[in-house]
């Protein structure tokens, strides 16, 4: 028998509509091309546990349950550490992923050594204005802080090196942002992420989970992002600002011999503020991101 070298990792959160459609063409997918699953039912309160264990008796697939809801960052690194294989796929449970694009990427990767391939989604239009909102800022602030190789950072299709995947398991949120810090983790290191064009398929049952949630995890994940890779971006500018505006407000006011405006000199000192909250960022990134 052939020795596999990728796991399909997928998080399912109350799926069950899904489960007995898609499952079941994953598996035969899985098995003619020799591939391992890791399936992780993150505390769903619906039937998903029920349905997934009818599969539980295959030796391809392994299936890992939450007893509570920890978020989809959280049910992939769950996933992630129980992977043996050299490389990892994440898919999501609802259908949207096509398997011949997992053939796409995976012969991407061997062709090209990659260290990261990405299923790319560009082009193709957002599942709700929300999303779509949320997507655009994390990459604007993303490229402010970094050179991006790829556009589509927040992918749910991802194949990578599972033993760099590990390495970086104690960087990666437990929420929805994981896609976004994972990609920017392997690029802020300096691995080899390339991406390819994808077709996103609608969900096959169900309804999806994003709502006004996620509109504040996506602030988190922006928030993230600027603390853990290059906080003196953000910090920097921003105390240099306000110190000119302190001086262009208090010097002519000064020269003129009324002393010093109280309005300038709060400008300035929120300027210096700003420099040291930059600096304790900036060492706090180096200890995270020092793996």
């Not at 697939?61 to 992977?83: E, F």
């Not at 589509?152 to 929420?175: A, E, H, Q, V, W």
């Not at 398929?201 to 995890?217: D, L, P, Q, Y």
């Amino acid at each position: 028998m052939k020795q596999t070298d990728l796991s399909l990792l997928i998080p399912c959160y109350n799926e069950e509509e899904n489960i007995p459609i898609v499952l079941p063409e994953i598996i035969a997918f899985a098995k003619a091309h020799h591939y391992k699953i890791i399936i992780v039912n993150d505390g769903s309160s619906d039937n998903s546990k029920n349905e997934l264990e009818k599969f539980n008796d295959l030796n391809i697939i392994h299936i890992l349950h939450h007893k509570l809801n920890r978020g989809y960052g959280a049910a992939l690194k769950t996933g992630l550490m129980h992977s043996d294989t050299e490389f990892t796929m994440t898919l999501d449970a609802d259908g949207q992923h096509r398997l011949a694009d997992v053939l796409k990427l995976y012969d991407h990767m061997k062709i090209h050594d990659s260290d990261m391939v990405i299923g790319s989604r560009k082009g193709q239009k957002s599942a709700s204005s929300l999303r779509g909102i949320g997507k655009f800022f994390i990459r604007a602030i993303a490229k402010i802080l970094m050179k991006l190789p790829v556009h589509d950072i927040n992918s749910g299709m991802k194949l990578f090196r599972t033993d760099l995947g590990k390495k970086y398991l104690p960087i990666y949120p437990d929420g929805m942002s994981f896609s976004d810090i994972m990609t920017l983790t392997f690029i802020f290191k300096r691995h080899l992420v390339h991406e390819v064009p994808i077709t996103i398929e609608k969900r096959r049952a169900g309804k999806s989970t994003i709502n006004v949630k996620t509109a504040f995890e996506t602030l988190n994940a922006i928030i993230n992002i600027i603390v853990l890779f290059n906080p003196m971006k953000i910090f920097l500018p921003t105390a240099l600002l306000f110190v000119a505006l302190g001086l262009i407000w208090g010097i002519p006011i000064l020269l003129v011999g009324n002393g010093v405006s109280v309005g300038a000199g709060l400008l300035i000192t929120v300027g210096v503020l700003c420099l040291l909250l930059g600096l304790i960022a900036e060492q706090l990134s180096a200890i995270r991101t020092n793996l």
